[in-house]
Every structure is written in C-alpha cells, then in structure tokens.
C-alpha cells in the first residue's frame, strides 16, 4: 500500500499540489485524471522520490522509489545505449538477474538498434518493458498509451490486468478515458492541485459523460461546420 498524507508542492511560491490525502492498495489499479498542468506528473514523480515536498509518502516496504517502476510519459534514453542495454541497465539496478530477453521481448522491438532512434510508440514500449522485467510492486504509468499503436495497447491493457492479478499496485494516467475505464477499479480526479472526486467502475460512464459536457459545451457548435 501506499499512504500518502498532507502532501504538498511548491516550485517557489506557487502551489502546485495542496494538501492530498490518498491511499492506493495492492490488487488494484487506480486512475488519475486531470487537466494539463492539474498536478498528475508532479504528483507522481513525488511518490518516486524524484521531487520534494511536504507532508509523508509510506509504503509497505523499506524505500519505495526501490520497488517502484515508473514509466515516464516521454521516456529519456542515451544516445548510444541500444535497447538491450536499456534494459540491462534497469534491470542491474534493481539486481534482478535477466534471462532469455528475447523470448520476453513481446513488443518485438529492435533491441540491438539504438533507442534514440526509435519512434515515440517504440521508446514506450522499450521503458515499459524494462520497468516490468524489474519485477517491481508498485507501477507508476503515465500516459502509457499515447503514441502506442492499437494492438500493443491492447496487450498494455492486459499487462495491467495481469498485475493487478499478481497484487501488484498500479497507478495510470491518461486522456484517453476509453483506457481508463478498461483498466481501473477506481478514477480520481484533480483539480488545480486538489483531489476533488473519486468515482468508482459503477459511475464511469456518468463522470465521462460529466467531462465531455464539461470540456466542450457548445464549442463545437460555435466552430460552425458545414
């Protein structure tokens, strides 16, 4: 589990997470929606102890950012690291012993190719694949099905179905909410650095209706097709 309490965030004076409570359990999946710029990515990189703050992050283990794999919405790679090495890497620094690699390349990605040359999609599903050979407990995905081409994003889908099974914890955002609703137990929504809703897999469809209503009103018709 992970328990978080009083969390707050500054980049100087402004605020730009006020004071969340939350909890994620183990077994289950949660989703995080917002606008661009609500507080989801800096929520996030706090609980990977990537950025300070105030208030306490606890966790069912020693260090969490240890037993957390954190899949970044533009993953960062070396320019001359192929994608084996990639994941050697990020297996290495979790000593996790890797064996028959390309067996478990499910994505079939070009893995002596180096991975700054790889398209969006392909630079997704390569750190996705090494956070999950990590064997970690806890999963951080943002946005882990923008620039992915449908069919790996069904197999993404069921990755997450999977871990959830093996009572793994995993947390996702994305602005697809057709993924979300596929995936989650529970969706959280933030606003302006505050948690202002939590809907269960009952009241899905209702919040998505809420939140086309919300985002485009009338605009489409002041757009004035013909």
Same mark, same amino acid.
């Given at each position: 589990?992970?328990?978080?309490?009083?969390?707050?965030?500054?980049?100087?004076?402004?605020?730009?997470?006020?004071?969340?409570?939350?909890?994620?359990?183990?077994?289950?999946? #949660?989703? =995080?929606?917002? *606008?661009?710029?609500? %507080?989801?990515?800096?929520?996030?990189?706090? +609980?990977?102890?990537?950025?300070? @703050?105030?208030?306490?992050?606890?966790?069912?283990?020693?260090?969490?950012?240890?037993?957390?794999?954190?899949?970044?919405?533009?993953?960062?790679?070396?320019?001359?690291?192929?994608?084996?090495?990639?994941?050697?890497?990020?297996?290495?620094?979790?000593?996790?012993?890797?064996?028959?690699?390309?067996?478990?390349?499910?994505?079939?990605?070009?893995?002596?190719?180096?991975?700054?040359?790889?398209?969006?999609?392909?630079?997704?599903?390569?750190?996705?694949?090494?956070?999950?050979?990590?064997?970690?407990? #806890?999963? =951080?995905?943002? *946005?882990?099905?923008? %620039?992915?081409?449908?069919?790996?994003?069904? +197999?993404?889908?069921?990755?997450? @179905?999977?871990?959830?099974?093996?009572?793994?914890?995993?947390?996702?955002?994305?602005?697809?909410?057709?993924?979300?609703?596929?995936?989650?137990?529970?969706?959280?929504?933030?606003?302006?650095?505050?948690?202002?809703?939590?809907?269960?897999?009952?009241?899905?469809?209702?919040?998505?209706?809420?939140?086309?209503?919300?985002?485009?009103?009338?605009?489409?018709?002041?757009?004035?097709?013909?």
């Amino acid at each position: 589990m992970i328990d978080i309490k009083n969390l707050s965030k500054y980049y100087g004076s402004k605020q730009v997470l006020k004071d969340i409570n939350l909890s994620f359990e183990p077994s289950k999946v #949660y989703g =995080i929606v917002g *606008e661009n710029g609500a %507080g989801k990515t800096t929520l996030f990189r706090c +609980i990977a102890g990537l950025e300070s @703050h105030e208030g306490t992050i606890i966790a069912d283990c020693d260090e969490l950012r240890a037993h957390l794999g954190f899949l970044f919405t533009e993953p960062f790679f070396f320019s001359m690291m192929t994608g084996r090495e990639y994941i050697r890497l990020l297996c290495n620094a979790r000593n996790v012993t890797l064996k028959e690699l390309d067996k478990r390349n499910i994505f079939h990605l070009p893995l002596d190719q180096y991975a700054s040359t790889y398209s969006t999609g392909m630079k997704k599903k390569l750190a996705l694949t090494a956070i999950l050979l990590q064997e970690n407990d #806890y999963f =951080i995905l943002d *946005e882990p099905f923008n %620039g992915v081409d449908i069919q790996s994003n069904i +197999i993404i889908t069921e990755i997450i @179905h999977r871990l959830k099974e093996m009572g793994k914890t995993i947390i996702i955002s994305s602005h697809i909410f057709s993924t979300l609703s596929a995936t989650c137990d529970e969706i959280q929504l933030i606003k302006d650095g505050r948690f202002i809703r939590k809907v269960s897999q009952d009241e899905f469809s209702l919040l998505e209706k809420e939140m086309k209503e919300v985002t485009i009103g009338s605009q489409i018709d002041d757009l004035g097709l013909k």
